[in-house]
């Protein structure tokens, strides 16, 4: 416990903890602009509690500005006429000024998202400009095909931006979100409408501002803050967007795809939520097996759609496995995510900070044994002690329904058999692990578990060139790799007589 302090107190990085704060309004059609209604909301710092400032509240008038820009800018713009290898040479350009900005961008996340500054600069940032510069890269190399056609005929296939999409994204990895959307669909020539989460919008809007020093033609890139229920649904159900890709709740994502279908038909992409398992098999290098497990699970504070929150462990390696965690949790220090020592900030909000509190609550009621953790960290701030359940069932609320915190439930299991079917047993299939040196046992679980993304020997292994997203409940359509261009892209076919 004595590591579980919430000291706010870092020294070394000062100037970051308070980042500067230069945009706060609307980006719609290359300008920062105040909301039509002239509301603002309160941004909030996790940490405190406190409010880091005000920001323009867009509204369903404000997404339709940003629409008409987007509309314009695609219709009758130079950015999907440009060639591919030009597109992409400005995608290099807003990498270049990133790179140039990353501690100030880092800083930004961390105070409004509660995220280790440290973890920012090393992993969120350089996300953004690695996936610039990959879909930079593929702008050049969209291609249609020759068809081989009978009866006299010839013909070819485009592949066509889509033209406006509208992107929902949540506030657990406000940089990577942002450009797991916009680089692919700035690659193929689509125009955007953004909404960033309420809770974490002001990276998103230095990104707006770099994208247009970049040479990004306005009315490309517009950012609208606001909130689901009005900018959000706003998007999914307007009449001239094109496309909705959405990272989010699975709730929310029912709501949109409704919107999407009552509106015009517009197709939509969903990375929803998860309650991944992560499978440790007997044979497990058991430090290696601690270090994925906990990793997986308490990564981002556990606010992440794959963590691994069903821990499935083999019964010979189950009590050292249990015993390993423990002292790792014990050893988890929470607290200022700007101070370096710091393993775990605050959860996003109060919402979430209560929501979390409650599910361990329930988990204690049904019967779960709490092993570690549990509490509240400090007197100020969204602080949680990283907590382990044991002896949790698999009809537990705790094991069914996405936490979105840092609660791990560890279950025991006999045969590989019984493992893939307890794996499989939720209306999730986001992501799912393994551990184990068998070869065999690998490659048999891998192609039986029903989820969009299976680890071996490793967890949250992220790359830009590995296509992500949901089987089931957990959604559907790919981001990142070349299958994240196609969403952004429709075939056309073009036939003619020989
Ligand atoms: P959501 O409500 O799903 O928020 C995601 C995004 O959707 C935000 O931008 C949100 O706007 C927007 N949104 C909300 N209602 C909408 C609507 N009716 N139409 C269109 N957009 C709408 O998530 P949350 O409430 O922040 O978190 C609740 C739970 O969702 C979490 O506990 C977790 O289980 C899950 N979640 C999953 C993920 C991932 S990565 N799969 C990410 C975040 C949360 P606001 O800005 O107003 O919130």
């Not at 405190?48 to 323009?56: A, D, F, L, P």
């Not at 044979?283 to 691994?308: H, L, P, T, W, Y």
């Not at 101070?339 to 019967?367: A, C």
């Amino acid at each position: 416990m004595a590591n579980h302090s919430n000291g706010n107190s870092n020294q070394s990085a000062a100037s970051l903890n308070t980042p500067p704060i230069k945009f706060t309004k609307l980006f719609i059609n290359g300008n920062f602009v105040d909301s039509i209604s002239g509301k603002t909301f309160d941004t909030i710092d996790p940490r405190t509690e406190e409010v880091i400032t005000k920001v323009s509240l867009g509204g369903a008038e404000d997404v339709d500005l940003a629409v008409k820009a987007a509309r314009h800018a695609f219709d009758h713009g130079p950015w999907p006429r440009m060639s591919g290898s030009e597109r992409g040479k400005i995608m290099m350009k807003f990498a270049d000024l990133i790179e140039e900005n990353a501690e100030e961008l880092a800083a930004l996340d961390a105070v409004n998202g509660g995220k280790l500054f440290t973890l920012c600069k090393l992993i969120d940032i350089p996300s953004a400009t690695k996936a610039l510069r990959y879909y930079g890269g593929a702008a050049d190399k969209i291609h249609g095909t020759v068809l081989k056609l009978s009866k006299g005929l010839q013909g070819y296939t485009l592949r066509e931006p889509i033209g406006v999409v509208g992107s929902i994204i949540p506030w657990n990895f406000p940089t990577v979100m942002f450009f797991m959307k916009t680089a692919p669909a700035l690659a193929a020539g689509c125009t955007i409408v953004l909404k960033p989460a309420e809770q974490t919008p002001l990276s998103a809007l230095y990104y707006a501002h770099l994208a247009k020093l970049a040479g990004v033609p306005d009315g490309v890139l517009n950012v609208v803050n606001g909130y689901g229920s009005t900018a959000g649904a706003a998007i999914s159900s307007h009449m001239d967007i094109d496309k909705v890709t959405f990272t989010g709740s699975t709730e929310v994502g029912r709501m949109i795809m409704t919107a999407a279908a009552a509106s015009n038909l517009k197709p939509v992409s969903l990375e929803l939520g998860g309650k991944s398992p992560l499978l440790i098999f007997d044979d497990a290098d058991i430090d290696q097996a601690a270090d994925i497990v906990f990793r997986g699970m308490f990564f981002n504070k556990g606010e992440i759609c794959v963590a691994s929150s069903r821990v499935y462990v083999q019964e010979g390696i189950y009590e050292k496995l249990k015993k390993k965690l423990v002292e790792k949790a014990k050893a988890t220090v929470v607290g200022d995510p700007f101070d370096p020592k710091v393993h775990q900030g605050p959860q996003i909000n109060k919402k979430q900070f209560e929501r979390i509190l409650s599910y361990i609550e329930h988990g204690k009621r049904e019967g779960a044994t709490l092993l570690t953790g549990g509490k509240h960290v400090g007197e100020k701030g969204y602080y949680i002690e990283p907590t382990i359940f044991s002896d949790v069932k698999d009809d537990m609320i705790i094991a069914k329904e996405e936490i979105f915190g840092p609660v791990m439930s560890l279950m025991k299991f006999k045969t590989m058999e019984e493992a893939i079917k307890r794996a499989n047993n939720t209306t999730y299939g986001l992501a799912a692990g393994i551990v184990t040196k068998n070869l065999n046992v690998a490659n048999t679980v891998s192609r039986s578990i029903r989820a969009g993304m299976v680890w071996i020997n490793c967890y949250t292994a992220f790359d830009v060139d590995c296509p992500y997203g949901g089987y089931k409940m957990s959604g559907f359509g790919r981001d990142y790799g070349l299958d994240g261009l196609n969403q952004y892209l429709q075939v056309k076919s073009v036939v003619t007589p020989i």
